[in-house]
């Protein structure tokens, strides 16, 4: 019989229950009993939501980041942190955000901890800190707490953790230590974890080791033999699990290394499903992904059946089926979505959704496809229409990919020859100080929305009340003395959603958050079509903003590589050919702001390194593609008019050369958490356009210092030219409070002008 499990269920909850509970702990309005009690009823209905599968995980629930879960387990939490009075809770939040709700100074407590995305998704996790002082304590209370409240649930639990080897691939060495030589004691603490949890009545552990799917140096791929052989002798059956893309040159280890079962991700790796099975020793179980973990389709059960029925003639019991990776990447439930159009509709799965495919190709197989003769007509008979359906394809759109030439994302001149019209333009002073355009989104702001997509409000009342609020920000901004001004983004919800309600061949949900880190979720549209821009989006709001200040107003868009990545990407296509025709797409905004007399566009590519292949061998590819769409996007413009771009918590400086090609006036790019890190690329290329280098963590409550900021800024100006260099925030504002916000950003704006002013003695 074919064995079912889930790698991962989404944590957040139908309604974000997570989220809320989070935030009002936070802010003091409700107790950590409360905020445990929300946890548990949220674990409680996932288990029930996986209960028609075989075995059921425990340890994929957190309360911000399963890395950072792993970090506390192992007792590797940073000196700074652990040195502080309070629980283990504080502790937790002081890492993750910077703060816990015991700390009550507005100023903070602490430096948090660096984060960066996983893999190439856009969840994000807190990275391990580690030095030649590292040592692991186990502490593995939490999980255990888990596992018997699913053991309550479920007579089958198996218990999620991430492997030794990928925790210390993902962390980093903060001292030049190397991390491999902290794996022998790392062992001896994953081996006592797993004696605990074979006390605790578990049979099967799954051990999450993704770093398989990349390219790995030699050294690492002896650790992951060290680790395998030396952990073989711990009492329970290890799944070892692999997703994100195929084993490649590693299929042979994989296969090899002495553990109970091997997971691969069917979806990315489906060549290799065959390869695996002739490799695997026939002691072993195999465990198939076979429905994306990732996007949000439907699965085609009937041609899944046909490759998987010999693979299961083959391996009989020893066949396991799952999702590709945890669900933590897709919503939770299609059911909830009452309001979409039903043809949509029907050409999706959930988190919810998605198990009840591995179930119904499970019961196939384990009693033939009669016994489901009726769901499999149904899924077909959705997979048809999906194909078939007229509103997918659009002729136009077609056509003018087709005229597409290099010479559109050619600028007209250098930027050597650029930047002296727009500095004659603008007249900055030294070290112009800015923001990544998001202003807080107050309650307020949020129900006057709402009130408005309700139809509570008519269109002439919302817009006085946004014109409203872009007056209040730019107030805001002119009172602070930013030199460069944005309009807020009121009007929108979500940088990728608010484009993408404007432009063909999106759809939209109304529940289908996903967690991008710790309470911030995101909705992220579907693509399901050609994509056409029919009407300026931005232009009215912009110009209004433009209206109230003598300042230069950014015009702010979001670039066609972040709308991809951000979005759930029909699969009927390139990836490339879907960015080509968002490109056109944010092209056309952009002419229309020009023409509007903006003379400052931002078009943020927050997402671009997310999409990199995991093996650096297919980045090239990927970057060609990606960053010819966004120099169609972006270069269709005159000289005078200055385009930006913004960056985020992503590693950069491996793929600077790149960015760089971009040919953006002006970059602004995360470096607060990670200490101006990326700097250091600039020890070895000469990055010839203007950068912003964000030194106002705006994910942590903390108000940074001055004398920080100027210390970041010194860092920074020792490595390219103070002429060329800006001051701004790491990301946008619209998560923060104007009571954050507003002492965060004048002191950033006294340290620009602190050190404009050494700058000045030092000519002088």
């Known amino acids: 019989m074919v064995t079912t499990h889930n790698l991962g269920f989404p944590r957040i909850g139908r309604n974000r229950e997570l989220k809320f509970a989070l935030e009002k702990y936070w802010k003091g309005e409700q107790t950590e009993h409360a905020l445990l009690e929300t946890a548990d009823t949220l674990r409680q209905q996932h288990w029930q939501d996986q209960s028609q599968l075989d075995w059921i995980p425990a340890g994929d629930f957190s309360l911000y980041d399963h890395v950072l879960d792993t970090s506390f387990m192992l007792g590797n939490v940073p000196e700074r942190v652990a040195v502080l009075a309070g629980s283990e809770l504080d502790s937790y939040f002081r890492v993750a955000r910077g703060r816990s709700p015991a700390d009550k100074s507005a100023c903070g407590c602490v430096h948090a901890g660096e984060m960066t995305k996983w893999f190439d998704t856009n969840y994000h996790y807190i990275v391990p800190e580690f030095s030649s ?13 888990q596992i018997r409240q699913a053991q309550a649930v479920h007579s089958q639990v198996k218990p999620v953790i991430l492997g030794p080897v990928s925790y210390l691939w993902l962390g980093k060495s903060k001292d030049g230590s190397g991390k491999l030589e902290l794996l022998e004691e790392l062992l001896a603490v994953y081996a006592q974890l797993l004696n605990e949890l074979k006390s605790a009545g578990i049979d099967w552990v799954q051990i999450d080791e993704p770093v398989l799917v990349m390219e790995l ?32 040159d590693n299929l042979q280890l994989a296969c090899e290394l002495p553990v109970a079962g091997l997971h691969l991700d069917a979806v990315s790796a489906h060549d290799e499903v065959a390869k695996v099975i002739d490799w695997l020793p026939a002691h072993k179980t195999l465990s198939l992904g076979i429905v994306n973990g990732r996007n949000i389709w439907k699965t085609d059960l009937t041609a899944t059946l046909d490759w998987l029925e010999p693979v299961h003639d083959r391996l009989q019991d020893r066949l396991w089926l799952a999702p590709s990776c945890s669900l933590l990447h897709v919503p939770v439930d299609a059911a909830s979505e009452t309001k979409l159009d039903r043809e949509i509709h029907s050409w999706l799965a959930f988190a919810v959704q998605k198990l009840h ?7 196939a197989l384990n009693h033939g496809r009669e016994s489901v003769a009726g769901m499999l007509r149904n899924n077909q008979a959705a997979i048809v229409s999906r194909w078939q359906s007229s509103r997918v394809h659009q002729l136009p759109v077609k056509a003018r990919l087709q005229e597409v030439t290099n010479a559109l994302g050619n600028r007209r001149s250098p930027y050597h020859q650029r930047a002296i019209v727009q500095r004659e333009r603008f007249r900055l002073p030294l070290f112009p100080t800015t923001t990544i355009g998001s202003f807080p989104q107050t ?15 008519a269109q002439a009342d919302y817009r006085r009340a946004m014109q409203q609020e872009i007056e209040h920000c730019v107030r805001e901004q002119e009172a602070l003395g930013l030199d460069v001004l944005v309009h807020g983004e ?33 909705k992220p549209p579907v693509i399901f079509g050609d994509v056409k821009h029919a009407q300026p989006i931005t232009t009215e709001w912009i110009q209004y903003a433009q209206s109230l200040t003598s300042k230069p107003m950014k015009g702010m868009l979001t670039g066609p590589v972040t709308m991809l990545n951000w979005s759930f990407v029909r699969d009927d296509q390139p990836r490339s050919e879907t960015c080509l025709q968002l490109a056109l797409a944010i092209r056309d905004e952009v002419l229309a702001l020009e023409q509007a007399g903006i003379r400052m566009i931002q078009i ?9 292949p995991l093996r650096k061998s297919q980045w090239n590819n990927y970057l060609d593609w990606a960053i010819r769409a966004f120099r169609i996007a972006a270069n269709g413009v005159a000289d005078q008019t200055q ?122």
């Open 604 to 612: 943020d590519e927050a997402a671009l390194r997310e999409g990199l």
């Open 643 to 764: 385009i930006h771009t913004h960056m985020c918590y992503s590693e950069f400086n491996d793929i600077i050369e790149a960015i760089a090609r971009m040919d953006a006036d002006v970059i602004t790019i995360e470096t607060s958490r990670s200490d101006m890190e990326l700097l250091d690329a600039f020890d070895r290329f000469q990055y010839p356009n203007e950068i912003g280098p964000g030194v106002y963590d705006i994910h942590s409550p903390n108000i940074p210092a001055v004398d920080s900021i100027v210390q970041l800024l010194g860092k920074a100006a020792r490595r390219i030219p103070p002429e060329r260099l800006w001051v701004n925030p790491d990301c946008g504002l619209k998560t923060r409070t104007w009571e954050e916000v507003k002492p965060a950003l004048s002191n950033m704006i006294a340290a620009s002008r602190q050190l404009a002013d050494q700058f000045a003695a030092q000519a002088s």
């Open 490 to 522: 009121p009007e929108r919800n979500d940088m990728v959603e608010y484009f993408g309600e404007h432009l063909d061949g999106f759809a939209f949900t109304e529940f289908g958050w996903v967690q991008s880190y710790g309470s911030r979720c995101v």
């Open 357 to 363: 495919e591995v179930a119904i190709l499970a019961k």
């Open 133 to 145: 002082e590292t040592r692991f304590a186990l502490n593995a209370n939490r999980l255990l707490e």
């Open 217 to 248: 140096p030699e050294p690492w791929k002896h650790a992951l033999r060290q680790a395998y052989y030396q952990l073989q002798t711990t009492p329970v059956k290890l799944l070892l699990t692999t997703y994100f893309g195929q084993l490649q």
């Open 443 to 457: 309650q307020r702001i949020r129900q006057t929305r709402r009130d408005f997509r309700a139809g509570q409000l």
